[in-house]
């Protein structure tokens, strides 16, 4: 069955730095890769997906993420962290498209 | 169509009592997921239905937890006999069926057993 593992439940950068959210995910089949935001009291919110094709994937915000097979990661980036990017951020992996695996979640704090 | 939506928000009950949540998703959307989420996880799959057939149950769905989608349309999940291990968020997501088709989440509604 698949998993992910988020590496790191808290990161705090400040604004302006690089933003580098980690995640690894073990799949028996190809995968198909999310990143997820969520922000107090809503739900969530895609950010962007990898299914096939090209390996680096541009997504809202200015956040993108690269997949890696060979590390069998996701780790998910943004040149340029905005006091508006604190929040949880949701790695998370399906293998049918059926159900997704989420991972325990990495928050986010900018510090000015 | 603004998104999924959930009702209640909120819902507060005492231990053994019934309660019942509601999701109406994206109007075009035949699948339709349902999520459970405690503090400082991430969200668990519970179930999911394409139109009104549940096709995969999770083993966090115990007996006393049922969900319906009579019409293909809205869902309905109900706990019965609530416990206090059953405090969580739960959220719905619904989706097209071909492909990776992308999760839309609703707010979630937040149930607290006493």
């Known amino acids: 069955a698949q998993s992910v593992t988020q590496l790191g439940s808290h990161v705090s950068v400040s604004e302006g730095a690089l933003v580098l959210l980690r995640c690894n995910y073990s799949s028996s089949v190809p995968p198909y890769l999310f990143w997820y935001v969520q922000y107090p009291n809503q739900g969530l919110q895609l950010l962007l997906k990898?299914?096939?094709?090209?390996?680096l994937v541009k997504g809202i915000n200015g956040f993108e993420a690269e997949f890696k097979k060979s590390e069998t990661s996701f780790h998910l980036t943004k040149p340029s962290a905005h006091m508006s990017d604190a929040a949880e951020y949701f790695c998370?992996?399906?293998?049918?498209?059926?159900?997704?695996?989420f991972g325990a979640g990495t928050r986010l704090t900018v510090k000015p | 169509d603004t998104g999924v939506s959930q009702d209640p928000r909120h819902k507060i009950t005492k231990r053994g009592q019934n309660v019942t949540f509601r999701c109406d998703p994206i109007s075009e959307h035949n699948r339709l997921y349902w999520y459970r989420q405690t503090l400082g996880q991430g969200p668990e799959f519970l179930t999911y239905f394409q139109n009104e057939a549940q096709l995969e149950k999770s083993r966090l769905l115990s007996d006393r937890f049922s969900a319906e989608r009579p019409k293909g349309s809205f869902s309905t999940l109900e706990i019965q006999r609530t416990e206090q291990g059953d405090s969580a968020m739960y959220l719905c997501?619904?989706?097209?069926?071909?492909?990776?088709?992308?999760?839309?989440f609703g707010p979630g509604t937040r149930l607290l057993v006493l």
């Open positions: 998370a992996v399906s293998e049918n498209n059926n159900d997704m695996r």
């Open positions: 990898y299914t096939t094709g090209a390996t």
């Open positions: 997501a619904s989706s097209q069926q071909m492909g990776a088709e992308t999760q839309y």
